[in-house]
Every structure is written in C-alpha cells, then in structure tokens.
C-alpha cells in the first residue's frame, strides 16, 4: 500500500477522533468520545434476538401463552409457549415466558433451564434472565430457600416506595449477601451514607453479572456528585467498552455519562 495513502488515512482518523472528545480511554488503549454518545433515546428492544423473522405463527402461539398465564392457566400456558418454541427454536421470548411460568408454578429446575437456554441464545441480555438463572440455581443449591427469587421479584413493581424499602430491608436482614435486594435498596434510599452502603454491600456479595452493572452504575453516579468525576467515568467507561457489557447495562451506563457530563 501506497506510503503517502496510509499517512493521510492516519491524518484522517486522528482527525476524526480530536473531531470528538475523548471522554475515557481504558487500560487497554480503547477510547470513548463524545461521538459515542449519540442517538441514545432509543429503548432497549428486547425481542430483536432471532437472525431470521420470527414466523407470525410463533408470535400468536406466545401471545396465547401470555394471556394464559394473566389469568392463570399455567398449564395451558407452558403448552403454548412450546409450540411457539418449535416454530421459532432461536427466539428468546417464549423461552422467557415458559421459564416464569414454571418459576409461578414452583417447578424451579425448569425454570432455571429455561432461563439458562435464554441467556445461551441471547448471551448479552435479555430482560432478568441473567439475574433469574444465578438465583434459582443458588436456590436449588441450597444457598437461599426455594421461592425467594420469586418473592424478591413479585414485589419489585406496584409497590410505593415506603413498601418496597421495607420488604427489600427484610429480605437482606434475613440474607446479608442477596445482592438484587442491596441493589434495589440502593435506588431507593434517600440519604448518601445508606446508599453508598448498600451498593457496597451488594458489590460484595458476588452479584450477577447485571446486578452488578447496575450497583456500579449507582455507585459512578455517587462518586462523581462526591466531586470524584474520574472515577465515576473510568467505571461507566469501562461497562460501556467491555466486549462482554450486557446490552442494558451498556445502554444505560452510555446515557449515564451523557447525563453527567452535560451537567457540567
């Protein structure tokens, strides 16, 4: 290749880059600039997990599943969910479903398996799975009684805040190391030393892989209104470049760094 061509193409991309501002670069020379940040209003679109279309037949047989299991027909659910399976084997969603369904019917072996196909086609993420597969396997290992998972998740939504502080407290009083509580715990204390404890504590009960994500999320954010501002953005930093950065952690921690810096 021409020498001349290769110094202008090396002109160019250092043009390209001082074009944007280096927000973090990480150990291993990748860098993050202010053109990353763009186009972040999007939501994360869960169903997008199949390289081909899902067949419209597919996506009935899970609607019916799902109506199914609103009004508690568990049986006639799990058995939509698996006809929607064999006409679109690689899609996430009704092997999500079918894996609830069993966790509602206490048949936790099934409910992991499933969670864990999920999490084998859709590697990066896709709702709790992630967080859902760690817990029913420690509970089927006997670290936390069988049922706490779904306790735990039963009332993250349509409670007020108030009810949602007591129960998660409880729930880490009877099991200090249950990170998806600490977590939850984190975004709901109003006072700076509460907070900064939980997300420690739930940073050091060997949390999953996306609970994880999110205490560091919440603790970049304390760190940088403490006035530690390189900190907070070395950790965002480093979920939004790690190769293996779950799809919504990777979203949020972009839109997080956004947030900050624009608030200078």
Do not use: C
């Amino acid at each position: 290749m021409n020498k001349t061509f290769i110094f202008i193409a090396l002109l160019a991309f250092h043009g390209a880059i001082m074009a944007s501002d280096i927000i973090f670069t990480s150990k291993d020379g990748q860098v993050l600039t202010t053109q990353d940040l763009e186009d972040l209003d999007a939501s994360v679109n869960w169903q997008i997990k199949s390289d081909k279309p899902i067949p419209p037949a597919a996506k009935v047989l899970h609607q019916q599943g799902r109506q199914y299991g609103q009004t508690g027909q568990n049986d006639k659910a799990v058995a939509a969910f698996k006809d929607a399976i064999k006409i679109a084997p690689q899609w996430s969603y009704p092997y999500y479903d079918l894996a609830y369904t069993y966790m509602l019917s206490s048949d936790l072996q099934q409910a992991y398996q499933y969670y864990e196909k999920v999490n084998q086609l859709s590697p990066n993420g896709f709702f709790t799975a992630i967080t859902a597969a760690h817990y029913l396997q420690l509970e089927l290992n006997g670290k936390y009684p069988q049922g706490l998972y779904l306790y735990y998740l039963s009332h993250e939504w349509d409670k007020t805040p108030a009810q949602q502080l007591a129960l998660f407290a409880n729930i880490v009083k009877k099991f200090p190391d249950y990170a998806p509580a600490w977590q939850k715990l984190a975004d709901l204390y109003q006072d700076n030393a509460s907070k900064q404890d939980a997300i420690e504590r739930g940073l050091s009960s060997d949390p999953d892989k996306e609970t994880e994500g999110f205490l560091l999320i919440n603790k970049s954010i304390m760190l940088y209104n403490s006035g530690d501002k390189k900190q907070a953005l070395a950790l965002l930093g480093e979920l939004v470049l790690d190769p293996q950065s779950l799809t919504n952690i990777n979203l949020i921690a972009k839109k997080t760094i956004a947030m900050l810096v624009n608030s200078k």
